[in-house]
């Protein structure tokens, strides 16, 4: 049984810094692309950061770059995002997400095999 799950998430005053971490289990970790999305409250699921699976190939929406890196550690089957310079627009549930038998990350939800419960960010002003 495939298991992601993500840590890390709270408040946290504009400018602050998080680190989201999502372990998981039941699958070939290393044979992954891993991505991290967001959910805000009345928005459409949006793509945040994916990795390949060596960590030598990364994307990010616009809106983060600069200010998020995404990581993996593979011996540890973890995924990470730092995310520094918070923007109260940075507001929503945060995902992880496996993506199987990809060599390039994918930025589409509905192309991802296995989806984390979500953790909550909130960004004060």
């Known amino acids: 049984q495939v298991q992601l799950v993500e840590s890390g998430g709270g408040l946290v005053q504009a400018g602050g810094s998080l680190r989201l971490s999502c372990a998981a289990s039941g699958l070939t970790f290393s044979r992954y692309v891993m991505g991290w999305f967001r959910q805000a409250p009345g928005k459409e699921r949006e793509f945040v950061s994916a990795?390949?699976?060596?960590?030598?190939?990364?994307n990010y929406v616009d809106s983060v770059k600069g200010r998020f890196t995404i990581s993996r550690d593979n011996a540890k089957n973890t995924v990470y995002l730092q995310m520094n310079s918070l923007k109260p627009d940075d507001t929503a549930v945060y995902y992880c997400?496996?993506?199987?038998?990809?060599?390039?990350?994918?930025?589409?939800?509905?192309?991802?095999?296995?989806w984390g419960q979500g953790t909550q960010v909130t960004v004060s002003s």
């Open positions: 990795v390949s699976w060596s960590g030598s190939n990364t």
């Open positions: 997400a496996a993506d199987w038998g990809v060599v390039v990350p994918s930025t589409i939800p509905r192309e991802y095999d296995y």
